[in-house]
């Protein structure tokens, strides 16, 4: 069964670096998302991307925040400047309809030192 | 805003028994999503439920949707061990291009032996 990839399974990074987050959806998906999870709190959104372009993002998804979809199969989340708050799972989904689950890929662990 | 608010969040029960976990959202939505999460691991699709009035069952797992209370339920049917993991609730109120996701803060079930 297809499913979403994402690289690295775990990141550790200095604070102030810049981090990028890889994500391979499925290969038909036509909807691509960003989401994070805080150590044993809710899963929160970031962004959504939709034919080449963000179509919403959250508050937490600031100016230090982006994505982009450089060659049509891989979804990257760029971190510019990490801080400390940044640490926790980010996950990465896909979908192909409105009625159909997203699906998620694994997560990386992303950890700010 | 949209708020998805989910009870118990934690949940601890024998084998064999019976439950039920609820989910309200805030605001009107035709989409709502179940998703297990195992310690550690990536988030599983359980249920799609599309419309009011829709059940879903998957082994010892039942979904339904009363979309004019807003209320979702996820009942378990004579537990076992490996039902043990965080249940989420996720609600679609986006509309548009975005279908974002507004996850519940997880119920936590344990099965005792």
């Known amino acids: 069964e297809p499913e979403v990839t994402q690289t690295p399974s775990h990141q550790v990074t200095q604070m102030g670096q810049e981090v990028i987050l890889r994500c391979v959806p499925i290969?038909?998906?036509?909807?691509f998302y960003w989401y994070r999870q805080i150590l044993g709190q809710k899963v929160e959104f970031l962004v959504s991307f939709y034919n080449n372009e963000i179509s919403e993002k959250s508050e937490i998804f600031d100016d230090q925040f982006s994505v982009e979809r450089p060659d049509g199969s891989n979804f990257t989340l760029k971190i510019r400047s990490t801080k400390l708050e940044d640490s926790a799972m980010y996950f990465c989904?896909?979908?192909?309809?409105?009625?159909?689950?997203?699906?998620f890929g694994d997560g990386t662990r992303l950890s700010i030192l | 805003e949209l708020k998805v608010e989910q009870n118990p969040l934690f949940l601890s029960m024998q084998e064999g028994k019976n439950y039920t976990i609820y989910c309200n959202y805030s605001t009107t939505s035709d989409r709502l999503y179940w998703y297990r999460q195992d310690p550690g691991k990536s988030l599983e699709s359980l249920f799609v439920l599309l419309s009011n009035g829709a059940v879903k069952q998957e082994g010892r797992l039942m979904a339904s949707l009363d979309t004019k209370a807003r209320l979702s339920t996820l009942h378990i049917t004579a537990a076992v061990h490996d039902l043990s993991a965080t249940y989420f609730c996720a609600v679609d109120g986006s509309g548009g291009s975005n279908y974002k996701l507004t996850f519940g803060k997880g119920t936590l079930l344990t099965v005792n032996p």
């Open positions: 989904a896909s979908k192909y309809r409105a009625n159909q689950p997203q699906h």
């Open positions: 290969s038909n998906h036509l909807y």
